[in-house]
């Protein structure tokens, strides 16, 4: 089990997922693109200035994150002793490190392909597993805060595993501004026209989504279309949609599949015209649409890096991916959509293009933080030993959380995003046993804030998790069935207190049923097929 004890992340890498064949899901869902299907606003402010859990390693023991600039540098005991005194609980040599930092993520692509692959009755590949994409593709109950920002909800419950625990930390941001009132989009449009997009129906279903796409979007909104195979065509410049949605069905109607796929070609062209139409005051942004399998041209990500990094850097122009195709190149997309500080999902039906296109993209119009990154510090005179599960491509230096010119994620409105810890919690634990710092750049003016939540022994050692909230239950669930089809694959370790596939499968069902989401149906229903798979 990778568990973490003195040692420290040195730096990070960034990576993305897959998408489905029926990019008729994506793009027809594209009609919906933007059209305001937003959650609805709740909860109170907590969302702006310093972290209030800032401060210094104390003698106690008690680790927290780094004072904020122009905070106090004070830090909080876990039992209320005053600072330096012995509780008799700590060991003589303190921990190393007992801090946990990573950039935030909200890609959902390994669920995705992972659902469309065990539903083809197949298992999927374990290096395409990330259990922090199972964990964040599902609803969760956290408040919502008033301005740009975070809230920061921690909670926990036991295992079947003597002395662990599974906590939970959930970070979300305000819905949006709907439809109507938010900004002006600028898209451009990379489509891969290539041979495997001449089987029956999914180039025909790319047509019939961009020209619902088309109808939907608002008229201050422009569009670009580049199609791509062994070569990119522009076959559409920037173009405001008001007075020309007939040119545009006229250039989706011509789309047809010809030869082998070039992705950097089509990348590569798509950013040019990205760049040369850029609109100020408008959110800039590529989508490409593709099985990411490269045949042409260079087939490592390694030539594209540097060109869409510079985009986003010098004109705030962000990747979004799209993945389709039961053969998909996970990898591939994910690193170009990690250098273009967007996201990836998997699409392979047409309600799960409704969601992308639905929630998911018009998250990526507004934006609530840039730069995000989370830190939790644990109290080693309660923790033993903790693992973060999954966020491997998306570990940061713990010194360097404050330093902003380290990269973080991008998060629009409306999103959630939730990670998982494993806890081993010390005998007798009581107290405050983890701090979580969220710190993120305001989206105009870059200005730093910083929010925290803290968790006590008690929520990790009463109920166990599967008498907890039923969106908790959802959440480990996940991380469990995640775990399952990872292990396959080794170099990687059951999760604490894992339950077999059988009673898995139980415990999803009486969620679907309780929670009545079709979304936890899909997860039952994998988790049946993959009990059935793996025998």
Known sequence: MTLRTPSRDRGRGRNRRPVGPALLAVLAAGAVLLSG????????????????????QNKGGNPAPAPAQGSPGTADRADGAAEGEDDGRRTAAPPADYLSTFALDVDTASWGYARRTLADGNLPDPATVRPEEFVNSFRQDYRQPDGNGFSVTVD???????????????????SGLGHDRRPPAALTFVVDISGSMAEPGRL?????????????????????????SN????????TRLDGNRKRVHEVVDRLRPTDSTNVEAGVTRGYDIAVEGRRAGATNRVVLLSDALANTGTTSADALLERIDGARRDHGITLFGVGVGSDYNDAFMERLVDKGDGHTVYVSDEEEARRVFCDELPAQVELRARDAKAQVSFDPRNVE????????????????????????????PGHTVTALYAVQLRPGASGHVATATVRWLDPDGRAPHEESGRVEASALTGGGWE?????FQVTVAAAYLASSLRERGG?????????????????????????EDPEVRQLSDAVRQARRLLG
């Open 156 to 174: 926990g419950a036991r295992t079947d595993a003597a002395d662990w625990s599974l906590m939970r930390v959930g970070l979300a941001t305000r």
């Open 467 to 471: 008498q907890a909230a039923p969106r």
């Open 491 to 515: 170099g990687w370790e059951p999760l604490p207190g894992s339950v077999g596939l059988t009673r898995l499968s139980d415990v999803t069902a009486r969620l679907a049923e309780r929670t």
């Open 231 to 238: 070569k990119a065509e522009t076959r559409l410049p920037m």
């Open 204 to 228: 025909d279903l790319v047509r019939t989504s961009l020209d619902l796409m088309t109808d939907r979007l608002r008229g201050d909104d422009s569009l670009a279309i580049v199609a791509f």
């Open 37 to 56: 299907c937003s959650a609805s606003d709740s909860g109170h402010d907590r969302s702006s200035g310093t972290a209030q859990e800032g401060g210094r």
């Open 385 to 412: 030993r903790f693992r973060l599960i999954g966020y491997d491509n998306r570990r940061v230096a713990d010194d360097s959380f404050r330093d902003d010119s380290v990269d973080g994620g991008e998060v629009g």
